[in-house]
């Protein structure tokens, strides 16, 4: 059964630090989505790749946040320096591109304080 | 730009009661629409999809959702619902030409009482 996931599925860390978030997309997967979800925002995309390229990244803070695919099968989605309203779950998920259908990743549950 | 609307935060229901989720999008060209279901502390799951065709489409669990072009609407239903359906759900506007970007709805909370 594939999956996608995500690594850590929960962080906790102080303000000013460095925070990566992984996702490993389903293999054969070539477009990975990185969102964020908030009580306040609901459901927001931060970016996304295909073919390990960046497609847009518009939903993203650019001061602090990264993302990035070293490789097919690792997405990473960086803060720094993390802030107390960055606390959030962050899901990656990823399709392929003939069915587009995203499967999603457990989340990682992000707590700055 | 595309949104989504889904009009109703929360939602209670009767187990074996029926459920209609409601879902209005905004969207220039002809849509994907997406409906998904969250559970606590879970991702999110995909129930089923419109991309053309027959406008009713069947999912899983049971659900299926009709699609209404006049009413721009995308709503999501199932006969009889079980405990299990409690959930957040949320419909989804995909933007085919950005390589299926979703625009997601604010979601609806549902309760079943037993």
Known sequence: DARVTQTPRHKVTEMGQ???MRCQPIL?????????QTMMQGLELLAYFRNRAPLDDSGMPKDRFSAEMPDATLATLKIQPSEPRDSAVYFCASDDEGT?????GPGTRLTVT | AQSVTQPDIHITVSEGASLELRCNYSYGATPYLFWYVQ????GLQLLLKYFSGDTLVQGIKGFEAEFKRSQSSFNLRKPSVHWSDAAEYFCAVGEWAAGNKLTFGGGTRVLVKP
Do not use: A, D, K, L
Not at chain 1, 28 to 36: E, K, L, M
Not at chain 2, 39 to 42: H, I, K, R, Y
């Open chain 1, 100 to 104: 587009y259908e995203q499967y999603f």
């Open chain 1, 28 to 36: 054969g997967h070539n477009t990975v989505f990185w969102y964020r």
């Open chain 2, 39 to 42: 559970s606590p502390g879970q």
């Open chain 1, 18 to 20: 460095e925070v990566t």
